[in-house]
C-alpha cells in the first residue's frame, strides 16, 4: 500500500526532459557575469553622464550668480559714489575743502571723473 510519503507524483515529465530543457535554458555563470559587467558599464555610463550633467548646471548657476553678485556690487558702488560726490559738492560750495581737493577726490577710483 502507497503511503503519502511513498507516492511519487506522476507530471508527464521524464528526468531526461527536464535536464534537456535545463541545459537549453540554464544561464551559466560566465555568462551572468558577462550580463552583469554589461549592466555595471550601462550602469558607469548613466552615473558618469549624471555626474557631468549636475557640474555643467552646477557650473552655470554658480556663473549667473557671480554675474548677479558682481552687478549687484557695481550697482551699489555707483549709489555710494553718487552720494560722495554730492557730498564732495556740498562740501567745495561751503568752501570748506578747495576746489584742487575736490578734484583730486572726484578722480579717484573706483568711478574716476575727470572733469568737475
Given at each position: 500500500?502507497?503511503t503519502?510519503l511513498?507516492?511519487?507524483?506522476?507530471y508527464?515529465?521524464?528526468?531526461?526532459?527536464i535536464?534537456?530543457f535545463l541545459?537549453?535554458?540554464?544561464?551559466?555563470?560566465?555568462?551572468?557575469?558577462?550580463?552583469?559587467e554589461?549592466q555595471d558599464?550601462?550602469f558607469d555610463q548613466?552615473i558618469?553622464k549624471l555626474?557631468?550633467d549636475l557640474?555643467?548646471y552646477?557650473?552655470?548657476?554658480?556663473?549667473?550668480?557671480?554675474f548677479?553678485?558682481?552687478?549687484?556690487?557695481?550697482?551699489?558702488?555707483?549709489?555710494?559714489d553718487a552720494k560722495l560726490i554730492?557730498?564732495?559738492?556740498i562740501?567745495k560750495?561751503?568752501?570748506i575743502?578747495?576746489?584742487?581737493?575736490?578734484s583730486?577726490l572726484l578722480?579717484?577710483e573706483?568711478?574716476p571723473?575727470?572733469?568737475?
Open positions: 500500500m502507497d503519502p511513498t507516492k511519487v507524483p506522476s508527464g515529465v521524464t528526468n531526461d526532459e535536464m534537456d541545459k537549453d535554458k540554464m544561464v551559466t555563470k560566465e555568462e551572468l557575469g558577462q550580463k552583469l554589461a558599464q550601462k548613466k558618469g555626474k557631468h557640474m555643467d552646477t557650473d552655470t548657476r554658480m556663473e549667473k550668480l557671480r548677479d553678485i558682481q552687478g549687484d556690487i557695481v550697482t551699489q558702488s555707483r549709489k555710494e554730492t557730498l564732495i559738492e562740501l560750495n561751503n568752501r575743502i578747495s576746489e584742487q581737493d575736490a583730486a578722480r579717484m573706483p568711478f571723473r575727470l572733469r568737475e
